[in-house]
């Protein structure tokens, strides 16, 4: 199949929304399989829901759009679909009543590990917090959940009819892949494990009503990530890099992570920017200036802001209580604060932008 019948085969597929839903089926993760071979195009679904009428019209949908398309002879779509909260292996992608009480879902990721991804994901969630916003955090590193460090809780959450009660401190609901494992669990899960826990950490956890919740992602853009992705019904995402050139590269996968699971990228955060004296309070700028600015405006999406570098920040998360909350009226609680606007302005034009679709 040619890259431009691929394209516009996908397209097709992604002006297809699931019933009741503004997002397409692309980004929920429901097309397993495009072929086309011989005149004969064929789209396998993989559809995990309790609607099964409404998968058959999803289905339906698929089969009439490809039709009018005009790409093939015959045109064949397949339905699979499981039951959400099965076996990981059943539970196919992802399941858009996994949380209906939230609002906005937005990752915060990054092309590649130590760029301050869950110092911004811990500051950010407390800076919403702050503004009045009601929010979550979820720490769904599989790698090395940070989170219960961050905020210096180290207990088991509890269980209340058959659910886990988040953590709420600093005005965030938060849950982390680190308080559900157990030091012993081995660091590289099989597949389908890490799934399930992930979907657990949805679907199990009494989140309440939420304005944001907050996604700290395991680092890179590789399997795990992806199927995370994918399997969380993210509303947007923002990545975080360093003012290095060198990180352009590392954002740009990041970006083409999302697009592949069609999750729009809210924009860029540049972490560890300028210095600030602590004696002096003069500027300097460690690495180039203006790096996350540059890549913003080559990867097309909007620029949230800089956080300065400052060992004050490293202090905040080691010890349990970061910057925003230690000191809330200095100069790196307001980075913050202008990130968290930035969030906030990119998610209700977003909002209102799907609204007057109807
Ligand atoms: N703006 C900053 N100034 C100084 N240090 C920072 C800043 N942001 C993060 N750090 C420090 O850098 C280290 C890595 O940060 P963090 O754990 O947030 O990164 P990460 O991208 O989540 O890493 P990983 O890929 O391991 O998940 C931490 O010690 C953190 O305190
Ligand atoms: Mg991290």
Redesign the pocket.
Known sequence: MSKEIENQLWEILKGITFPGMSRDIVSFGFVDRVALTAGKLEVDLAISTHHRDQADQVRDEVESALRKAEVADEVVVGLKSATPHSTAQDAVSQDPNLIPEVQHVVAVA?G?????????AANLSIALAQAGYRVGLLDA?I??P?MPMMFGIHEQPLVERERLIPFEKFGVRLMSLGFVLDDDTPVIWRGPMVMRAVEQLLSDVEWGPLDYLIV?L??GTGDAQLTISQKVPLSGAVI?TTPQDISLIDARKGLAMFQKVNVPVVGIIE??STFLCPHCGEATDIFKRGGGERTAEILGCAFLGR?????A??EG??AGEPIVVSDPEGP?AASFKSVAEAVVAEASKRQANELSIF
Request: charged share 20%; hydrophobic share 25%.
């Open positions: 990054s590649k590990g130590g760029v301050g991804k869950s110092t911004v590193d790698y090395g940070s700290d395991p680092p975080v972490n560890m956080i300065p570098l400052d060992p920040i490293v998360g080691d790196h």
